[in-house]
C-alpha cells in the first residue's frame, strides 16, 4: 500500500482535468485514511553537510527509542563522525545506519537540503527558508515542487494561538552571550588590561551547559574576589529585546554578579563610577523600545503607534544609554520600517569622544540581522572567525583586535556550538510530532499547518508564494554567484574571506592539496572544495564552465591554460602574477569572448599599480607632467622578527622570491637608461634605500620598468626617471649573490637534486668532495674572497640557519638546486607561531605644474600581519585586492575587456576606496622643490 507521505512526483503523472481530478483527489484522501491504520512508517535522520559545525540532529537516541518503542517505526540515521551523537549510540537505540535513505518516507533534518540530494516523492521536515519568500532559497523550493515532495517547515509548526511549537530557543541567547564574554575578555587583554572574562571559552569547547555554569560560577567567584579592571568600571551589559534569545542570554549572563538597573539610574551611576562596589559587580540594562526611541515631534511614547507608524519616532540609543554601555547584547526583531537602534554616524560620534574610549567595547549581535538594527553590522561572522571590529571614525572594518573598533560577533548558527542541549532541547519539543508523522497522521493540526508544498504543489496558505517564486528565480538567476578559486596557496585565506561575506556568492576552492581547501572551505557554508588537476582538461573544462569568474593562483606558468579555457567557455578571471608573453598573446581572443581577464592584480604588481595610476591620472587633469616615478615595495619580516642573516622570511612563494632575483632588469635614472644583465641583480643593488629613517632598507631594480611608461601613460622621452623596485634589508643582497655564485640558485635541469640532507646538497651542489678540506676555505676559494673575510662568516651563519651545516638526514629532492633551495628555506625561514611580516609600498612621483614649478609628491603604505591570527600583511595586501577585482567582474563593473592590468579608473578607483574599507589606506604627501626627491637620495653599488 501507498503512504500518504509517499506521493508520485508532479512531473511523473499527467495533470487531471474535470472527473479524473475529482477521482484523483478522492483516491489519495482514501490513501490517506487507510495510512493511518497501515503498519509505521519509515522515518530518515539525514547527516547535517551545510558546514563542519553543524552537528546538531532533529532526534537524539534516545528519542529514537521511544519512537520506536512507541509506534514500531523503523528509523534510518545516515553516518556522522562529527555529528554530536555517534552512530553507535542510535545502532544501540534501534536505528538503522545507512547512508541511503531512499527507503525511508519521512526525513527530519535541520538545515537546508542541497538541491542535488532531494529524494523525490518523499516528505521533508527541515527548515527550509522558504516560507517568507526568501529569494535565495526560492530555487530549493523549486525543487521540492519538481521533486513532488511534502514539505513541512519547523517554522511553521505552531498551535492555535500561532507559537511555535519546534524549535531551539534560548541556545542562540546561551551560545551568543557565552561568546561575547570569552571576545570581551580578548578584548580588554589584548588593550592591555586582564579581567575575569579571560577565562571564558568560545561556547563550543564545553561539553554541555552544565560545564558553562560551573565555568561561569569560577567567573563570579573572580569578579567578587579580585574585581574588575578601574579603567572599565562600571561595567554595564544592555540588553534589547526580550524574546527566547534575550532570555537564554540572560540565563548565562544571570549566573555573574549583578545589579539590575534602569536607563533613568545610568546618568548617576556615572556620576558615581568610581564606587567600590561597580569593582565587584557588574550591571544589567534590559531595554525595550519604549526606552530607546523617542517621538520626532517631542510627543509621547505609544506602543501602539510606534508599531503602526514607525515613522514618527527617531532611536536615541547612541545618546541615552550607549554611553554607558560596555556591551550590548543585541536580541531585538527589526525591520526596515523601524528606526535602527544605532547608525554608523552614531557609532562614529561616540567613538569620537575621548570619555567614552572604554565604553560599547563590544557587541553580541545575536539578532544577526545584517545592515538591519546596527547599520554597521556588515557580515555574520564564522565560529571560527567569531569576531571583528568596526572604526566608524576611519570607516574601516578589521579583524586586527589591537587597533581601534567596537568588537562585534555576529554569528549566525550559535545553536551549532552547544549541540547537545540544543538537540536534545529541539527534539523533546518535536518528538509528539515525529511520534504523529511516523503513525501518517498528517491531519494532525500542528504539522498539518506546516505543509508549504505537497504533490508538486504549493498549499492554499501557500498560495502567495507562487509570486515570490516566479521573481525570485529570476532574481537569483541573475544575481547567485560563482566563484572558481583554482589554487589554495599562502595568500587565499583573506580573498575566500572577502568573498564568502557576500551571500549571494558561491566559491568552490579547487586545489591538487584538497586537505588545504578543505581546510579553508569548512569555514564558510557558500564554500566547497574540490580537487585540481590541471593536466585534466575535461575536468578542468567543467570546473571552469560553473562558474561565473575564476580566480587563479596556481603557478604563474600555468596561468595560460586557465584563461585558455576561460575564454573559451566565456568565464572572466583574475591572477594576481605578471603578465606573461603565454599570457599577452590570449589577449585578442578574450577580446573576441568579450572576457576580462584582470592581472597583475596583488600587491607588486597589484595595488601599486592602482595608487600610481591615481596621482597620475589627477596631475594630468590639472594639466601638469610627470618628469620622474620611482616605486619601491617590499613583503618582509617586521623588524623584530627579521632575526636571521638576510633578514627575510616567507610569506609568500619562495621560488617566487628565489627567481626574481634571476631577473635582468632595465630603468631610466637621472636620465640615463640601466640594463642589468640575468643574475647580476644582487651585486648591482641599491645600497641605501632612504625611505624611512627607522628602516635600513637595500633594493633591487624589479624586472622592465620602462614597459609600464606606455600602461600608465607616461612619456619616457620626457622623463628623467622610470623605476621599479623591490626592498629588503640591509644585507640580503650580499648572501643571496653567494648563493648564486656557489650554484645553490641555478635553474639548470642538470642540477636535479636527489640528496639524503641539506648538507649532502650543500656540499653536491658546490662541489666540494670529502678531499676538498675545510668547508670555509672552500667557499672562500670558490667566491675569490680572503678567508679571513667578514661576509665569510655571515653566509656560513646563513648556511646554518638554513638547516645546511646540521646531521638531519632529511632528503632534498627538486627538480633543480632552486627548487631545493626554496624547500629548505620555505621550512627554516617561515614565519613562527606569534610572528608577524611587513608590507611596504612607497612611489614618488616629480611633478612638473603647469606654472613651472616642481612637486615632490608620494603614496605610501605600510602594513603588518596580525601575529595572533597568523594572517600575513602579504596574504591581506594579494588576496583582498584580488577578491575585490573578482567582485567587481561579478557585479559588472569592468567594462574593459581583453587581458589587463588595473590602470583604468573603472578598475582602480572603487578597488582603492574598498581597501580603504579594510584599513588599507595610502598616505599621500606633496612637497616642492627638486631637493626633496628621494632619487637624489639613493645609493647604487
Known sequence: ????????????????????????????????????????????????????????????????????????????????????????????????????????????????????????????????????????????????????????????????????????????????????????????????????????GQAHVYPNLECVHTKLRHVADIIEDQGLPDAFAPMLFTFTGSGNVTQGARAIFDDLPHDNVTVDELPFIAKDRYNERYRRRLLALQVGAQDYVERIDGGPYSREEYREHPERYRSVFATKIAPYTSMLVNG?????????????????????????????????????DIGGSLEFMSHASTIDSPFFYVDAVNGLEHKDIEKPGVQINSIDNLPTELPFEASKHFGDSLYPYAKALALGDLKHPVLSRAIICQDGALTKQHKHLEESLASGLRVVNTRRKRVLLAGSGMVSQPLVDYLASSKDTDITIASNDLTEAKRIAYQFPNTVAAHLDVSDSAALDQLIKDSDVVVSLVPAHLHPRLADVAIRRGKHMVTASYISPEMQKLDQAARD????????????????????????????????????????????????????????????????????????????????????????????????????????????????????????????????????????????????????????????????????????????????????????????????????????????????????????????????????????????????????????????????????????????????GDSESGETAMARTVGIPAAIATRLLLEDAVTTRGVIRPTTKEIYEPLLKRLEGKGLVFAEHTKSGVHNSLQRRMKWT
Open 332 to 368: 531585538i526583531y527589526w525591520e526596515s520600517k523601524y528606526p535602527r537602534l544605532m547608525t554608523a554616524k552614531d557609532l562614529a560620534h561616540i567613538q569620537r569622544q575621548r570619555e567614552l574610549k572604554t565604553r560599547m567595547l563590544a557587541i553580541a549581535d545575536i539578532s544577526c
Open 1 to 200: 500500500m501507498l503512504s500518504a507521505l509517499c506521493a508520485p512526483a508532479a512531473s511523473a503523472r499527467p495533470r487531471l482535468r474535470g472527473c479524473g481530478a475529482l477521482i484523483s483527489r478522492l483516491r489519495r484522501a482514501s490513501l490517506a485514511t487507510q495510512a493511518a491504520h497501515s503498519k509505521p512508517l519509515v522515518i530518515g535522520i539525514r547527516r547535517e553537510d551545510k558546514n563542519r559545525w553543524e552537528r546538531r540532529v532533529a532526534l537524539t537516541p534516545a528519542h529514537v527509542k521511544d519512537l520506536i518503542a512507541e509506534t514500531g517505526a523503523q528509523v534510518i540515521v545516515q553516518p556522522s563522525n562529527t555529528r554530536i551523537f555517534n552512530n553507535a549510540s542510535f545502532v544501540a537505540a534501534g536505528a538503522t545506519i545507512n547512508e541511503d535513505l531512499s527507503h525511508a518516507d519521512a526525513i527530519l533534518g535541520i538545515k537546508e537540503v542541497p538541491i542535488d540530494k532531494l529524494i523525490p516523492s518523499k516528505t521533508y521536515v527541515i527548515f527550509s527558508h522558504t516560507h517568507k519568500g526568501q529569494k535565495y532559497n526560492m530555487p530549493s523550493l523549486q525543487a521540492f515542487l519538481d521533486k513532488g515532495i511534502r514539505l513541512i517547515d519547523y517554522e511553521l509548526m505552531v498551535n492555535q494561538e500561532g507559537k511555535r511549537q519546534v524549535l531551539f530557543g534560548k541556545h542562540a541567547g546561551y551560545a551568543g552571550m557565552i561568546d561575547g564574554l570569552h571576545g570581551l575578555g580578548q578584548r580588554l587583554l589584548a588593550l592591555g588590561y586582564n579581567s575575569p572574562f579571560i577565562h571564558m
Open 593 to 864: 569572448a568579450q572576457v576580462s581577464i584582470i592581472s597583475e592584480i596583488g600587491l607588486d604588481p597589484g595595488i601599486d599599480h592602482c595608487s600610481a595610476m591615481k596621482i597620475i591620472d589627477e596631475a594630468k587633469e590639472r594639466g601638469a607632467k610627470i618628469r620622474s616615478f620611482i616605486s619601491w615595495c617590499g613583503g618582509l619580516a617586521a623588524p623584530e622578527n627579521s632575526n636571521n642573516q638576510i633578514g627575510y622570511k616567507f610569506s609568500w612563494s619562495p621560488r617566487g622570491v628565489l627567481t626574481a632575483g634571476l631577473n635582468a632588469a632595465q630603468f631610466k635614472a637621472n636620465g640615463q637608461m640601466r640594463e642589468i644583465p640575468e643574475g647580476k641583480l644582487f651585486e648591482n643593488r641599491f645600497s641605501s634605500v632612504p625611505l624611512y629613517p627607522g628602516f635600513a632598507f637595500e633594493g633591487l631594480a624589479n624586472r622592465d620598468s620602462l614597459q609600464y611608461a606606455d600602461p600608465y601613460g607616461l612619456d619616457l622621452d620626457t622623463m628623467d626617471t622610470m623605476f621599479r623596485g623591490t626592498l629588503r634589508y640591509s644585507g640580503y643582497s650580499e648572501i643571496m649573490d653567494c648563493l648564486l655564485r656557489l650554484g645553490l640558485l641555478s635553474l639548470d635541469p642538470k642540477s636535479h637534486v636527489s640528496a639524503a640532507s641539506a648538507t649532502e646538497f650543500l656540499h653536491r651542489a658546490i662541489g666540494m668532495s670529502k678531499s676538498s678540506g675545510d668547508l670555509r676555505h672552500f667557499i672562500a676559494h670558490r667566491l675569490a674572497l680572503p678567508a679571513n673575510d667578514p661576509l665569510l662568516d655571515r653566509l656560513l651563519l646563513a648556511l646554518e640557519e638554513f638547516g645546511m651545516l646540521s646531521t638531519d638526514a632529511s632528503p632534498v629532492t627538486a627538480a633543480t638546486s632552486l627548487d631545493a633551495m626554496s624547500k629548505i628555506l620555505q621550512n627554516s625561514l617561515k614565519l613562527q607561531t606569534g610572528e608577524r611580516d611587513l608590507v611596504c609600498l612607497f612611489h614618488e612621483f616629480g611633478i612638473e605644474n603647469l606654472d613651472g614649478s616642481y612637486d615632490v609628491q608620494t603614496s605610501s603604505l605600510v602594513a603588518y
